[in-house]
């Protein structure tokens, strides 16, 4: 079955940087968008960006351009976040999910708590 | 940007009525070439990621209750729940995917009366 595995919980002081990880299996990785979101305490959901697994071709939201950085490594299936420059405003939860149909996000990891604080 | 809202921001059904969410996209989200509607509907509870209820406004994902229809076409759209049940207190958002950024609606909370 397909499955997402996201790297654990993060504590960061401002300015510091962040790398969570999203290992794939159950299907074929190089095929189908995996996307980031994130979720704020007790807010909505806020989509960062996308990015193809196998051209490695992004699409980044406006607002996280310049601070954000998806990667992937196929040998392994898995993709990358990295978050540059963190804020208190960045505390949040990560997920990455899998676009089967470039429709919707049909899978989701379990997602990934960045606290930032100094 | 497209932006999504959703109305009501919450409501509180009895079990086993009928619980409509309505959401609506700035711009038209239908692309004319395929005839679909790039609109998705989450349901998310406590803790837990988003699980994906309908795609392409009206598809309900495998395994989804049949309780759940999503409906409408280019501007508005609607999640219903025909018959709450206990288990189907979450919030519900809704997501078009017609352009990037793919933005979510501010989502609707759903309680038992």
């Known amino acids: 079955q397909v499955q997402l595995v996201q790297s654990g919980a993060e504590v960061k002081k401002p300015g510091a940087s962040v790398k969570v990880s999203c290992e794939a299996s159950?299907?074929?990785?190089?095929?189908?968008?995996i996307h980031w979101v994130r979720q704020a305490p007790g807010q909505g959901l806020e989509w960062m960006g996308r990015?193809?697994?196998?051209?490695?071709?992004?699409d980044y939201a406006q607002k996280f351009q310049g601070r954000v950085t998806m990667t992937r490594d196929t040998s392994i299936t898995t993709a990358y976040l990295d978050v540059s420059r963190l804020r208190s405003d960045d505390t949040a939860v990560y997920y990455c999910?899998?676009?089967?149909?470039?429709?919707?996000?049909?899978?989701w990891g379990q997602g990934t708590l960045v606290t930032v604080s100094s | 940007d497209i932006v999504m809202t959703q109305s009501p921001v919450s409501l509180a059904v009895s079990l086993g009525e009928r619980a409509t969410i309505n959401c609506k996209s700035s711009?038209?989200?239908?692309?004319?070439?395929?005839?679909?509607?790039?609109l998705a509907w989450f349901q998310q509870k406590p803790g837990q990621p988003p699980k994906l209820l309908i795609y392409w406004a009206s598809i309900r994902e495998s395994g989804v209750p049949d309780r759940f229809s999503g409906s409408g076409s280019g501007t508005d759209f609607t999640l219903t729940i025909s018959s709450l049940q206990a288990e189907d207190v979450a919030v519900y958002y809704c997501?078009?995917?017609?352009?990037?950024?793919?933005?979510f609606g501010p989502g609707t909370k759903v309680d038992i009366k």
């Open positions: 997501q078009q995917f017609y352009n990037t950024p793919f933005t």
């Open positions: 999910g899998r676009d089967f149909r470039n429709a919707a996000i049909d899978n």
């Open positions: 990015i193809q697994p196998n051209s490695g071709a992004t």
């Open positions: 159950g299907y074929t990785f190089n095929v189908y968008y």
């Open positions: 711009q038209n989200v239908f692309y004319s070439s395929n005839k679909k509607n790039y």
